[in-house]
Every structure is written in C-alpha cells, then in structure tokens.
C-alpha cells in the first residue's frame, strides 16, 4: 500500500499540515492509502498542482473492513470532518455518511482507489515530486523523480505527461 505525505517545513507532514510523521514509526487514527502505485500516483500529481513538495512512501498498514462510500475533501468544515473520523474509528459508518448528506455532499468524493486505515508506518519513499517556479530560468517547474528501482517507471511516465520525469541518480526519462 502506499501514502502520500507532504514535505513542508523541513519535516514530512499530511496533506492539511495536522500530522508530522517519521519513517519506521507507527501512526495510529485514521488515515488514506492508496492500493496500488497507479493510483497513489495519479493523486500525487494532482496534489502536486497544490502543495509544492510531495512524496509516495510505500507503507505497512491495516485496513478498515468496512469504509464509507464518499470521504470529506480537505476543504471541507474541520470539525465535521473530525467528527467524521471518529464515527468511522468507531464503525458507525452510516452515522459517519450522515453528516456530510444533503448540500454538504460538495465536500465530498465517492472513496474509488483509496483505503481508510487505523494505522501505518512509512517504510521507504518511492516517488517524489516537485512544482516550483524556477528562478533561474523564470518558469514553473514540475518534476517528478522515481527514488527507488523497485518503481515501474512506465507507470510514472503513463500518469505524469507534461512533468519531467527523472530517476534516481539524475537520468532524465522524458521532458
């Protein structure tokens, strides 16, 4: 399974900035992760167009046995979307789906690719990117570097068109 966690601050974070992590240590709560590298990807680069530094670390981590059909956006009202997470912890799904029904089902996306976990431990990063603007050469910059040789780099080449794609030890694999 895999994760995306944010590089910010000199630390690596979760996406809304409300967790700090640290590889080989394990987080319990309640967290997103991605079954497949396709999809953890495809993620990735598109909060890649938001926050400017991510990585994929590939992860041990235990599954919910049953999940929600639709999860709370980052956008969405912070204490509806801990409320949320702690009915969900506690297995109250349809109660967890409740809160966000009606008009406030636009803070929300159908849970397709993703898995709800109650714990994980980052184990190595796979992938990194970047969205910068470059100084030096006065344009916005998206990189994206395959860090371990474990990563099909066909995958990364398929979901990141228009990104320059490297591999780790600065081979350029496409522009």
Not at 84 to 105: H, M, N, P
Request: glycine share 6%.
């Amino acid at each position: 399974m895999y994760k995306i966690v944010r590089f910010y601050g000199g630390e690596l974070c979760s996406l809304d900035g409300s967790h700090a992590y640290e590889e080989g240590v394990r987080y319990d709560g309640l967290f997103f992760v991605y079954p497949d590298l396709e999809n953890a990807v495809l993620y990735a680069r598109s909060f890649a167009e938001i926050f400017s530094h991510l990585l994929v670390y590939e992860v041990d981590c235990e599954p919910l046995p049953v999940i929600p059909s639709r999860y709370p956006v980052l956008a969405a009202p912070c204490h509806l979307k801990q409320q949320w997470a702690e009915l969900v912890k506690a297995g109250r799904i349809s109660e967890a789906e409740q809160l966000f029904a009606g008009e406030l089902q636009v803070y929300t996306y159908p849970t397709v690719d993703i898995v709800l976990s109650q714990s994980f431990i980052l184990r190595r990063p796979l992938i990194r990117f970047r969205n910068y603007f470059d100084q030096l050469t006065k344009s916005q910059r998206r990189v994206v570097t395959v860090l371990d040789q474990s990563v099909d780099a066909e995958i990364v080449l398929d979901c990141c068109y228009g990104w320059e794609v490297k591999v780790y030890g600065g081979h350029q694999v496409s522009v």
